[in-house]
């Protein structure tokens, strides 16, 4: 089955520099792959996506890409706010439609 | 707007009872999804229900089941509340198992004592 590995599992950053979150997956069926941002005491909620017909996406200050020959995708959060802080999960839907889950980043901006 | 319910906030349970999470959604979505979220191991995928009274195991099944008899509405229960089920318990729904979004309930906070 799908196995996805995220890293770094804590990131701490200045406010205005950029954050950077890595992820592995293992099936190569795998062509959809979300990311989800969950503050502290709420729902994960989608933030952006991309699907393996494209190799980057980009939405205001936060960028997806896809390397699908390695297997690996991430996400970039440019030009970091205090609001950035929060926990982020990468994932790949496998070929049985399931979400497959990274583990989780915990990303703390300071002022 | 997608509202996706769950039953309760916090449950406290003691061992060996049997508890019952309740999830309601209002957007006629096919597919529903249990979740266990646990520190440093992500969400982990219990069963999903793809249509009414149709379940499927996820990658942790042991301990729990599922019903769902009604499309808005999808329980997990733990037929014996273990120590080790204390967890953050997420409900998600999605459209369809392409391309869309998984709409999540605001989690059960669950302590087996």
């Known amino acids: 089955g799908e196995n996805v590995e995220q890293h770094p599992s804590t990131l701490s950053v200045q406010e205005g520099d950029s954050a950077v979150i890595k992820c592995t997956y293992s099936?190569?069926?795998?062509?959809?792959f979300p990311w989800y941002k969950q503050e502290l005491g709420k729902r994960p909620q989608l933030i952006i996506d991309?699907?393996?017909?494209?190799g980057e996406k980009k939405d205001q200050r936060i960028a997806v890409t896809l390397n699908k020959t390695a297997k690996h995708f991430s996400l970039h959060i440019t030009e970091t706010q205090p609001e950035d802080s929060a926990v982020y999960f990468c994932?790949?839907?496998?070929?049985?439609?399931?979400?497959?889950f990274g583990a989780g980043t915990q990303v703390v901006v300071t002022p | 707007d997608v509202k996706v319910t769950q039953s309760s906030r916090y449950l406290v349970k003691r061992t060996g009872e049997k508890v019952f999470l309740e999830c309601v959604q209002d957007?006629?979505?096919?597919?529903m999804f249990w979740y266990r979220q646990d520190p440093g191991l992500g969400l982990r995928l219990i069963y999903f229900?793809?249509?009414?009274?149709?379940?499927e195991k996820g990658d942790i099944p042991e301990g729990y089941s599922v019903s769902r008899e009604k499309k808005e509405r999808f329980s997990l229960i733990l037929e014996s509340a273990s120590t080790n089920q204390t967890s953050m318990y997420l409900c998600?729904?999605?459209?369809?198992?392409?391309?869309?979004?998984?709409?999540f309930g605001q989690g059960t906070r669950l302590t087996v004592v």
């Open positions: 994932a790949a839907r496998d070929s049985w439609g399931k979400l497959q």
């Open positions: 099936d190569s069926a795998s062509n959809y």
């Open positions: 991309i699907r393996s017909n494209v």
């Open positions: 957007m006629d979505h096919e597919n």
């Open positions: 229900s793809y249509d009414v009274k149709m379940k």
């Open positions: 998600a729904t999605e459209r369809d198992l392409m391309n869309t979004e998984a709409f």
